[in-house]
């Protein structure tokens, strides 16, 4: 059972008071309503997330940071009399109940005001009345209002709630569009005719629909006219108009309208599955340009280091190493074992061929999973350049032995005290294997094998602390794992030289700047992208990759069976929806501020985004698979597919499965 009382402190303290809400009566206010009374059902337990979320009617429960803000902004103190436009839910209603002396409250949808109604009622709350009408203009009968909220984006502030302001009273209001981005607005009433307006920063709503709002359509309503663009419409025509059609992915020309971006050192590409065959052609064929046209020498994939360095060494024309493992075999096993990704291992070993070892191709893992398979790589490497460190090294990762196999019981076991932990023993040998690199160029051991051994010491240690705080739960494990990921890519970078350039393999959720999502604004997580345009500012280029619909291989469950399922038509208030509307079946959207300030600018305004991983559940899409981004500040562009397919997973058993890839890949070995 979630325990909402604690959740709700925890949110006031790191969202609301923790971004600077300071007015007291406010932040007791937010402690005191339960918010999970005012979503839907199947949602409590996202209620304390701190993001806005999907309500009937198509409509959204506001951000609780931002009904914070507003309520602040405004003013308001006992016995006050307020008015809000666009009450939803009614949880902000509610929330300025507990500080107000009376609410008024108008929503325009009848199933909104009639669940609204029900909790008010079911909580007690009776300082507040409600009715359905279209609130732009204003509840004269009541007027004047000390303070006006309006919980939906207008064209201007509505000349009927200015009027209705007492003097002295607040107007809040979001005032713009989707393409200008919306502000949010104080308008105070100095006196009758005198009003001062203040701007209190950029904000995402929903479109105040009205007499002195927007139109149905999307348009401005007539009472409420400014010469201009008109909402809606001029999105979709942004989109319509920015969407450069791209070839097949197949046809040789493809990948040539990715050559915008190769002046960067790093370029990521992201992917909204881990299971869909269009991504894995798009990224081999864009890699591959940016490899044999642009300098690009290192693939750095979300797969686990020991793994690839399996990979790295076959594209490499070097002889397996005696006792490897067969790799990737923890679930989702399709994500690499599969024929796209066979085929670009194929294409860099023959890319590879007759070049010498400092002008090939490298692909690398960025991943800490296995831990197991870094040991062995540690130990195998110390075993012939060191057999003394080997012996010390032996001894020292004998502490996570029990673990070794199942790595996850070793973060419940820590949590006993009868155990002690590893950490000191890991960091240790991480520490003197890399204090040793000159000694053991010295004795001869190339540098990629260094590379391969200290990186695999830098896992085991990485994984040691993942593990143990795994149990702890929160966005800690995430930021340790995406931290880790991010010093990998930076290690490679360093150990190939000022001149390397690397592609990056990544889930959207990990290459697109978290900042700019759910992920960072809700849930304190980060990831690769982020780091990335921290890191390297410009030099970084970032790539999203959507789709519409179609099929995708995935499973129910974590460790469940593989299946083909169908990708449901995107939600109607998506990007993806956006792009299918508006865009060809194969485009990219270039949403660089330098390339095109209007759609960055459209396209800064959130959006929900779906994000499907290594599991897919339709039945529960919308909660388990949308979130809100803003897209253009998480990508530099959008690679766009409106109709994708699944991968071909390879067979698992060595019989027979790898078929169709070269006799030589090493899967299985
Ligand atoms: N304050 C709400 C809450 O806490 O749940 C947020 C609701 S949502 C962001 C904005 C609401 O404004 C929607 O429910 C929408 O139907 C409503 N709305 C839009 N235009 C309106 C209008 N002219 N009059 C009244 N409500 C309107």
Same mark, same amino acid.
């Given at each position: 059972?979630?325990?909402?009382?604690?959740?709700?402190?925890?949110?006031?303290?790191?969202?609301?008071?923790?971004?600077?809400?300071?007015?007291?009566?406010? &932040? *007791?206010?937010?402690?005191?309503?339960?918010?999970?009374?005012?979503?839907?059902?199947?949602?409590?337990?996202?209620?304390?997330?701190?993001?806005?979320?999907?309500?009937?009617?198509?409509?959204?429960?506001?951000?609780?940071?931002?009904?914070?803000?507003?309520?602040?902004? %405004?003013?308001?103190?006992?016995?006050?009399?307020?008015? /809000?436009?666009?009450?939803?839910?009614?949880?902000?209603? #509610?929330?300025?109940?507990? @500080? #107000?002396?009376?609410?008024?409250?108008?929503?325009?949808?009848?199933?909104?005001?009639?669940?609204?109604?029900?909790? =008010?009622?079911?909580?007690?709350?009776?300082?507040?009345?409600?009715?359905?009408?279209?609130?732009?203009?204003?509840?004269? !009968?009541?007027?004047?209002?000390?303070?006006?909220?309006?919980?939906?984006?207008?064209?201007?502030?509505?000349?009927?709630?200015?009027?209705?302001?007492?003097?002295?009273?607040?107007?809040?209001?979001?005032?713009?569009?989707?393409?200008?981005?919306?502000?949010?607005?104080?308008?105070?009433?100095?006196?009758?005719?005198?009003?001062? !307006?203040?701007?209190?920063?950029?904000?995402?709503?929903?479109?105040?629909?009205?007499?002195?709002?927007?139109?149905?359509?999307?348009?401005?309503?007539?009472?409420?006219?400014?010469?201009?663009?008109?909402?809606?419409?001029?999105?979709?025509?942004?989109?319509?108009?920015?969407?450069?059609?791209?070839?097949?992915?197949?046809?040789?020309?493809?990948?040539?309208? =990715?050559?915008?971006?190769?002046?960067?050192?790093?370029?990521?590409?992201? /992917?909204?599955?881990?299971?869909?065959?269009?991504?894995?052609?798009?990224?081999?064929?864009?890699?591959?340009?940016?490899?044999?046209?642009?300098?690009?020498?290192?693939?750095?994939? *979300?797969?686990?280091?020991?793994?690839?360095?399996?990979?790295?060494?076959?594209?490499?024309?070097?002889?397996?190493?005696?006792?490897?493992?067969?790799?990737?075999?923890?679930?989702?096993?399709?994500?690499?074992?599969?024929? *796209?990704?066979?085929?670009? @291992?194929?294409?860099?070993?023959?890319?590879?061929?007759?070049?010498?070892?400092?002008?090939?191709?490298?692909?690398?893992?960025?991943? &800490?999973?296995?831990?197991?398979?870094?040991?062995?790589?540690?130990?195998?490497?110390?075993?012939?350049?060191?057999?003394?460190?080997?012996?010390?090294?032996?001894?020292?990762?004998?502490?996570?032995?029990?673990?070794?196999?199942?790595? %996850?019981?070793?973060?419940?076991?820590? &949590?006993?005290?009868?155990?002690?932990?590893?950490?000191?023993?890991?960091?240790?040998?991480?520490?003197?294997?890399?204090?040793?690199?000159?000694?053991?160029?010295?004795?001869?051991?190339?540098?990629?094998? =260094? $590379?391969?051994?200290?990186?695999?010491?830098? $896992?085991?240690?990485?994984?040691?602390?993942?593990?143990?705080?795994?149990?702890?739960?929160?966005?800690?494990?995430?930021?340790?794992?995406?931290?880790?990921?991010?010093?990998?890519?930076?290690? &490679?970078?360093?150990?190939?030289?000022?001149?390397?350039?690397?592609?990056?393999?990544?889930?959207?959720?990990?290459?697109?700047?978290?900042?700019?999502?759910?992920?960072?604004? #809700?849930?304190?997580?980060?990831?690769?992208?982020?780091?990335?345009?921290?890191?390297?500012?410009?030099?970084?280029?970032?790539?999203?990759?959507?789709?519409?619909?179609?099929?995708?291989?995935?499973?129910?469950?974590?460790?469940?069976?593989?299946? @083909?399922?169908?990708?449901?038509?995107?939600?109607?208030?998506?990007?993806?929806?956006?792009?299918?509307?508006?865009?060809?079946?194969?485009?990219?959207?270039?949403?660089? /501020?330098?390339?095109?300030?209007?759609?960055?600018?459209?396209?800064?305004?959130?959006?929900?985004?779906?994000?499907?991983?290594?599991?897919?559940?339709?039945?529960? *899409?919308?909660?388990?698979?949308?979130?809100?981004?803003?897209?253009?500040?998480?990508?530099?562009?959008?690679?766009? =597919?409106?109709?994708?397919?699944?991968?071909?997973?390879?067979?698992?058993?060595?019989?027979?499965?790898?078929?169709?890839?070269?006799?030589?890949?090493?899967?299985?070995?």
């Amino acid at each position: 059972m979630a325990d909402h009382d604690a959740e709700r402190q925890r949110m006031v303290s790191v969202h609301i008071a923790g971004r600077g809400i300071r007015d007291r009566s406010v &932040l *007791e206010a937010m402690r005191t309503v339960p918010r999970e009374r005012f979503v839907d059902t199947g949602m409590q337990e996202f209620a304390y997330e701190d993001s806005p979320l999907p309500i009937d009617a198509g409509q959204t429960i506001s951000q609780p940071y931002i009904v914070a803000l507003m309520i602040e902004a %405004a003013g308001i103190g006992p016995g006050d009399r307020v008015l /809000e436009v666009g009450a939803g839910s009614g949880y902000a209603a #509610a929330v300025v109940s507990r @500080i #107000a002396g009376h609410v008024h409250a108008i929503e325009r949808h009848a199933s909104l005001v009639e669940a609204a109604q029900a909790r =008010f009622d079911a909580l007690g709350y009776d300082n507040i009345t409600l009715r359905v009408g279209d609130g732009s203009l204003g509840w004269p !009968e009541f007027a004047p209002f000390d303070a006006i909220l309006v919980a939906a984006g207008a064209p201007a502030p509505p000349q009927a709630l200015r009027a209705q302001l007492a003097i002295g009273g607040r107007l809040v209001v979001p005032v713009g569009d989707s393409v200008l981005g919306e502000r949010l607005r104080r308008i105070t009433r100095i006196d009758d005719d005198r009003y001062q !307006e203040d701007d209190l920063g950029g904000v995402s709503f929903v479109p105040l629909i009205g007499e002195q709002g927007w139109a149905e359509d999307g348009r401005r309503s007539a009472s409420n006219h400014v010469p201009g663009r008109s909402r809606g419409h001029s999105l979709a025509q942004l989109v319509a108009d920015a969407a450069e059609p791209l070839p097949y992915i197949d046809a040789p020309g493809f990948a040539e309208a =990715f050559d915008r971006f190769a002046d960067a050192r790093v370029v990521l590409l992201g /992917e909204c599955s881990h299971g869909t065959s269009q991504f894995y052609r798009a990224r081999a064929a864009i890699t591959r340009r940016l490899v044999e046209h642009h300098g690009f020498n290192l693939l750095a994939i *979300e797969a686990d280091w020991p793994d690839v360095a399996v990979l790295n060494r076959h594209i490499r024309h070097q002889p397996p190493r005696t006792a490897a493992e067969p790799i990737f075999q923890r679930f989702p096993r399709w994500m690499w074992q599969n024929a *796209e990704f066979a085929s670009m @291992i194929g294409w860099l070993r023959s890319h590879n061929q007759g070049r010498d070892a400092a002008s090939q191709a490298g692909v690398y893992g960025l991943d &800490l999973y296995n831990m197991h398979a870094s040991i062995a790589t540690v130990l195998a490497y110390l075993d012939q350049v060191d057999p003394d460190a080997a012996a010390t090294a032996r001894v020292r990762y004998g502490c996570l032995t029990p673990w070794q196999k199942d790595p %996850a019981t070793y973060g419940r076991a820590v &949590l006993d005290d009868r155990y002690r932990t590893c950490e000191q023993e890991v960091v240790r040998q991480c520490r003197d294997l890399l204090a040793r690199q000159v000694d053991y160029a010295r004795a001869g051991a190339d540098g990629e094998r =260094f $590379l391969d051994a200290a990186q695999s010491a830098r $896992l085991v240690a990485a994984a040691e602390r993942y593990y143990r705080i795994m149990y702890y739960g929160g966005a800690d494990s995430w930021n340790l794992r995406d931290t880790h990921m991010f010093d990998t890519l930076c290690h &490679l970078l360093e150990a190939h030289g000022a001149q390397s350039k690397a592609v990056v393999w990544a889930h959207n959720s990990h290459v697109g700047d978290a900042r700019h999502t759910d992920m960072g604004t #809700a849930r304190g997580e980060l990831n690769i992208g982020q780091l990335c345009h921290e890191r390297f500012g410009d030099d970084a280029c970032l790539v999203g990759f959507g789709t519409h619909g179609g099929t995708v291989a995935a499973a129910h469950d974590w460790d469940g069976a593989m299946e @083909i399922m169908n990708v449901r038509p995107s939600h109607r208030h998506s990007l993806e929806r956006l792009c299918h509307d508006n865009a060809p079946p194969r485009a990219l959207l270039d949403m660089r /501020e330098s390339a095109n300030p209007a759609l960055h600018r459209a396209l800064r305004a959130a959006h929900l985004e779906r994000f499907i991983g290594v599991i897919y559940r339709p039945d529960t *899409e919308l909660q388990s698979h949308y979130s809100e981004v803003s897209p253009s500040r998480q990508f530099d562009a959008y690679a766009w =597919f409106d109709e994708t397919h699944a991968v071909a997973a390879l067979p698992v058993q060595a019989e027979g499965w790898d078929r169709g890839v070269p006799d030589t890949y090493p899967f299985g070995v």
